[in-house]
């Protein structure tokens, strides 16, 4: 890879430093080691990471909870997830990843249902424990078909010292259904990342390695697909690839997985991990635990599927091998269709990046084999090992951002000026009107999968519709028009 032209990286060294100036001396002093440009060849991103928020800046982070519930137990679809505590963490929470899922809802899946113990004043005072015992015989007469409840507990349950853990056993036992509670108060730790740890201690002390698992017959090429949370569908543009060289998955968490397949998740011979961030906790006690090897894999883009494909054939033997390069050539036309009709219109084209957890590294290839230049990315609630893993993907002189604040990521992208932002919502319209095209990167803007082959055709429509659309041309700012 060649190096970057030296003015550009001293041209992003000096904005960084510009930005920074508008600080107070001692903020600007914090911000400054989460802001770097990146150094070809050095083994991580040169940002300090999963810090507490300087206070007074607006930060873009979830809280322990929005980790939990609303990353890895809430698309888990035949189980009740309660917020506990009050309405509003659930409202906000409510359905906006899109975890698809088969099923019908209500009946035997509830990802899109928002159930809450709506906290109130004398809840705090008096306690919430006889109102969750009352909204978990609630939801076992009008749900009977659902597997289990769990207990995602807002902040005023771990303030007020409520023993969810002893309704829950009281609970599960009544009904003869597991109840989960877990500690996912908000306040907990700096961001959502400590709500992914919790969920995952809950699922190993709960769910793993329970129920009937043990009655569940096995084969050589068992694998379970941690961390892929089917929004837009992508856990089954990536399951199809998986299947067709040989594979069998017996457990695709937590995007339209069933109880039973995190039961049984201790059976697989590998574990294939997507979104690293929410989910390596357990991956790691499974190999502690039960000597089961587990691998992040890449399905964004061309390059990455075929390289993932053929890492992960490796683990096993000739047939599987086979495997992977029967669907690499089988997909290869359509990658090369789509690549023709798209590469054209995206060569060269510049895009930032501001994401939660895998993608500010895991989507550089795919906007790569299109042609599109990566110059600033970052995350919100990463760790250390999220920016060593990022050094693999990005170029020299690349903006890295860690935990960026509103005005940091405004002034970088008023400054860069890409030609597309990749982020979530809450950037999505300040870009716009900065008349810079924009796709949520959590939620796929309503559009995907973006995952696997099939996945890569819809990414590769949806960046150049948004690039090349129209519109950017007659967006003109009513103090430039004048």
Same mark, same amino acid.
Request: aromatic residues 10%.
């Given at each position: 890879?060649?190096?970057?032209?030296?003015?550009?990286? $001293?041209?992003?060294?000096?904005?960084?430093?510009?930005?920074?100036?508008?600080?107070?001396?001692?903020?600007?002093?914090?911000?400054?080691?989460?802001?770097?440009?990146?150094?070809?060849?050095? !083994?991580?991103?040169?940002?300090?990471?999963?810090?507490?928020?300087? !206070?007074?800046?607006?930060?873009?982070?979830? &809280?322990?909870?929005?980790?939990?519930?609303?990353?890895?137990?809430?698309?888990?679809?035949?189980?009740?997830?309660?917020?506990?505590?009050?309405?509003?963490?659930?409202?906000?929470?409510?359905?906006?990843?899109?975890?698809?899922?088969?099923?019908?809802?209500?009946?035997?899946?509830?990802?899109?249902?928002?159930?809450?113990?709506?906290?109130?004043?004398? /809840?705090?005072?008096?306690?919430?424990?006889?109102?969750?015992?009352?909204?978990?015989?609630?939801?076992?007469?009008?749900?009977?078909? =659902? %597997?289990?409840?769990?207990?995602?507990?807002? &902040?005023?349950?771990?303030?007020?010292?409520?023993?969810?853990? +002893?309704?829950?056993?009281?609970?599960?036992?009544?009904?003869?259904?597991?109840?989960?509670?877990?500690?996912?108060?908000?306040?907990?730790?700096?961001?959502?990342?400590?709500?992914?740890? *919790?969920? =995952?201690? $809950?699922?190993?002390?709960?769910?793993?390695?329970?129920?009937?698992?043990?009655?569940?017959?096995?084969?050589?090429? /068992?694998?379970?697909?941690?961390?892929?949370?089917?929004?837009?569908?992508?856990?089954?543009?990536?399951?199809?690839?998986? #299947?067709?060289?040989?594979?069998?998955?017996?457990?695709?968490?937590?995007?339209?997985?069933?109880?039973?397949?995190?039961?049984?998740?201790?059976?697989? %011979?590998?574990?294939? *991990?997507?979104?690293?961030?929410?989910? =390596?906790?357990?991956?790691?006690?499974?190999?502690?635990?039960?000597?089961?090897?587990?691998? #992040?894999?890449?399905?964004?883009?061309?390059?990455?599927?075929? %390289?993932?494909?053929?890492?992960?054939?490796?683990?096993?033997?000739?047939?599987?091998?086979?495997?992977?390069?029967?669907?690499?050539?089988?997909?290869?036309?359509?990658? /090369? $269709?789509?690549? +023709?009709?798209?590469?054209?219109?995206?060569?060269?084209?510049?895009?930032?990046?501001?994401?939660?957890?895998?993608?500010?590294?895991?989507?550089?290839?795919?906007?790569?084999?299109?042609?599109?230049?990566?110059?600033?990315?970052?995350?919100?609630?990463?760790?250390?090992?999220?920016?060593?893993?990022?050094?693999?993907?990005?170029?020299?002189?690349?903006?890295?951002? /860690?935990?960026?604040?509103?005005?940091?990521?405004?002034?970088?992208?008023?400054?860069?000026?890409?030609?597309?932002?990749?982020?979530?919502?809450?950037?999505?319209?300040?870009?716009?009107?900065?008349?810079?095209?924009?796709?949520?990167?959590?939620?796929?803007?309503?559009?995907?999968?973006?995952?696997?082959?099939?996945?890569?055709?819809?990414? $590769?429509?949806?960046?150049?519709?948004?690039? =090349?659309?129209?519109?950017?041309?007659?967006?003109?700012?009513?103090?430039?028009?004048?």
């Amino acid at each position: 890879m060649d190096g970057m032209n030296p003015d550009v990286k $001293a041209e992003r060294k000096a904005l960084i430093e510009e930005v920074l100036s508008a600080y107070p001396e001692k903020t600007a002093k914090k911000r400054a080691r989460h802001l770097n440009v990146y150094d070809e060849g050095k !083994p991580d991103c040169g940002v300090k990471s999963n810090i507490k928020s300087a !206070p007074g800046v607006m930060t873009i982070r979830g &809280c322990a909870y929005a980790g939990s519930k609303g990353v890895v137990f809430g698309p888990l679809k035949d189980m009740v997830h309660i917020s506990h505590g009050p309405v509003g963490c659930g409202q906000y929470s409510w359905s906006q990843r899109r975890n698809y899922y088969t099923g019908t809802t209500g009946v035997d899946t509830f990802v899109t249902m928002q159930i809450t113990s709506d906290f109130q004043e004398r /809840d705090i005072v008096f306690g919430g424990d006889k109102k969750l015992e009352k909204v978990i015989d609630e939801i076992h007469t009008m749900f009977p078909l =659902n %597997k289990g409840v769990s207990i995602q507990s807002e &902040c005023p349950v771990g303030l007020i010292g409520d023993d969810i853990e +002893a309704v829950a056993k009281k609970k599960g036992k009544e009904h003869g259904k597991l109840v989960v509670p877990v500690r996912c108060e908000g306040f907990r730790g700096v961001s959502q990342s400590l709500g992914h740890h *919790i969920a =995952n201690d $809950a699922v190993r002390d709960w769910m793993l390695g329970k129920g009937k698992s043990k009655e569940f017959e096995t084969t050589p090429y /068992d694998v379970v697909v941690i961390g892929d949370y089917n929004i837009g569908g992508d856990a089954w543009a990536s399951r199809i690839l998986l #299947e067709d060289m040989g594979l069998r998955v017996i457990g695709l968490w937590s995007g339209d997985a069933t109880l039973a397949e995190i039961e049984r998740g201790n059976k697989g %011979k590998l574990n294939l *991990i997507h979104c690293y961030r929410s989910m =390596n906790y357990i991956c790691r006690h499974m190999e502690e635990q039960y000597n089961i090897p587990w691998m #992040e894999y890449n399905f964004f883009g061309p390059t990455q599927i075929a %390289k993932s494909l053929r890492a992960i054939a490796e683990k096993f033997d000739d047939k599987i091998k086979a495997g992977a390069e029967r669907v690499i050539a089988k997909y290869q036309p359509l990658a /090369d $269709a789509v690549l +023709a009709k798209y590469k054209p219109r995206l060569q060269g084209k510049k895009a930032m990046l501001y994401v939660g957890g895998l993608r500010p590294r895991h989507v550089a290839d795919a906007y790569g084999d299109l042609g599109i230049d990566i110059i600033g990315t970052g995350y919100e609630f990463a760790h250390s090992d999220d920016y060593q893993r990022t050094a693999e993907y990005i170029k020299d002189a690349t903006l890295v951002y /860690d935990d960026v604040t509103d005005y940091e990521l405004e002034k970088f992208i008023d400054k860069m000026r890409p030609d597309l932002v990749g982020s979530g919502i809450k950037e999505k319209y300040s870009t716009q009107k900065m008349g810079v095209p924009f796709r949520q990167l959590h939620s796929w803007d309503y559009s995907g999968p973006y995952h696997g082959y099939d996945g890569f055709a819809v990414f $590769a429509r949806d960046m150049d519709m948004a690039i =090349n659309s129209p519109v950017w041309a007659l967006n003109k700012a009513p103090w430039k028009a004048a």
